[in-house]
């Protein structure tokens, strides 16, 4: 009777918990986006932040950090921001036409009769219901006002969570291990090691590749004269990075349409062509420069983990996907066991993988020795 009554009373906490944190999870949501962006945040800030700390005492590196990033995008938002805000406008302004140019396209190329009440007709959508939405979307003075003091605060908010993580990650650490007997607190050390370093390694060296994406494509379409080139070139970067497998082909249909759209075509076939080109060469070069010390995770790992994450989570999950995937990633490196294949098991992938070499003389120099040496490996 005692042993019922038990696990009914477990059954009951385990039911309560669950209510519980289903309460937190949907009124908290923002405020746990918040803390988990800011915790990454803090791993991306943490390489820079522990060198400066051997220093100055650790609040005052995260202090310098932090200033110096908002110094970046002050003097970014400086020399660009009125012409980002002019041309992303226009940019916005100019999608009816664009729509209706692609549509003409369209009914040249496949002799059909699309149009955009058409389309609008078959989402069940008319030009009506979208302005009054349109109208029901607009803000008052007022309204724009609250709308830009909310942003401030949420701003502030970040910073402020940013800040506190940052310079406390040390005493973090320590008081996350004092939760765990002795036994287990080594463990527990190596994994928040682990966690901190491939997850903060993987995105910086994502904002590092989009800053370098963004900024060379920039300096390309200012060149070959892309309407619209910075946020073009800011969209190219952004996307190409940090949706996995498939941004970079996302990441170029726009700039592409827009330049193929341009009084000048040619603007956007160059536009694909160098986006080709960069590529290649971010494969092979840059990116495995900067992505050394981070978890290389397989393509489709990483856009399976989007997929999952923005059906659990939404946008958040979608975003914090791939970071904690590489966490899970460098985890099951450290303490999965790996073990050696059989030989003949071995051979078999080995001579799946590998190339076909041609018949005579070239097949005889691809064959490896008895001992899977290459020849003249003695």
């Known amino acids: 009777m005692r042993y019922f009554w038990r696990l009914w009373f477990t059954f009951l906490a385990v039911v309560a918990l669950a209510l519980f944190l289903r309460f937190v999870i949907s009124d908290g949501g923002p405020v746990i986006f918040t803390v988990l962006m800011s915790w990454f945040a803090a791993l991306v800030m943490e390489p820079v932040v522990r060198r400066l700390s051997r220093h100055m005492p650790r609040g005052a590196a995260t202090g310098v950090v932090m200033a110096g990033a908002a110094i970046f995008g002050a003097v970014f938002l400086v020399v660009f921001g009125n012409l980002f805000v002019q041309q992303v406008v226009q940019l916005i302004l100019m999608v009816p036409e664009l729509v209706d140019k692609v549509l003409a396209w369209a009914?040249?190329?496949f002799s059909m009769s699309l149009s955009r009440d058409s389309l609008l007709s078959s989402v069940d959508l008319s030009p009506e219901?979208?302005?009054e939405a349109a109208a029901k979307l607009g803000v008052s003075i007022l309204g724009f006002l609250g709308t830009v003091v909310g942003g401030l605060f949420s701003i502030f908010t970040f910073g402020l969570f940013v800040f506190y993580i940052s310079a406390g990650m040390p005493w973090l650490a320590r008081w996350v291990g004092s939760l765990f007997p002795p036994r287990s607190q080594s463990v527990v050390a190596t994994v928040?090691?682990?966690?901190a370093e491939k997850t903060g390694g993987y995105v910086g060296a994502r904002v590092v590749l989009a800053a370098i994406n963004a900024g060379t494509t920039a300096i390309v379409f200012v060149i070959i004269g892309m309407p619209y080139w910075l946020p073009l070139s800011l969209?190219?970067?952004i996307v190409a990075q940090f949706v996995p497998t498939i941004g970079t082909y996302?990441?170029?249909?726009?700039?592409?349409?827009?330049?193929?759209l341009s009084p000048n075509p040619w603007v956007g076939v160059i536009a694909l062509a160098w986006a080709v080109l960069y590529q290649q060469v971010e494969n092979l070069t840059i990116e495995p420069r900067i992505s050394a010390?981070?978890?290389?995770?397989?393509?489709?790992?990483?856009f399976g983990a989007v997929l999952l994450g923005a059906a659990l989570f939404g946008v958040a999950g979608a975003f914090l996907a791939v970071p904690v995937a590489a966490m899970l990633?460098?985890?099951l490196d450290a303490y999965g066991n790996r073990y050696d294949l059989l030989p003949d098991i071995a051979k078999s992938v080995d001579s799946a993988s590998a190339p076909r070499a041609t018949a005579g003389r070239g097949a005889a120099a691809a064959t490896p020795d008895a001992d899977g040496a290459p020849p003249g490996a003695d």
């Open 250 to 260: 996302i990441s170029i249909i726009l700039p592409v349409a827009v330049g193929l």
């Open 293 to 302: 010390k981070a978890v290389d995770v397989n393509p489709a790992v990483s």
């Open 329 to 331: 990633l460098a985890l």
């Open 107 to 109: 009914n040249d190329a």
């Open 235 to 237: 969209w190219t970067g």
């Open 129 to 131: 219901q979208l302005a």
């Open 192 to 195: 928040w090691t682990l966690t």
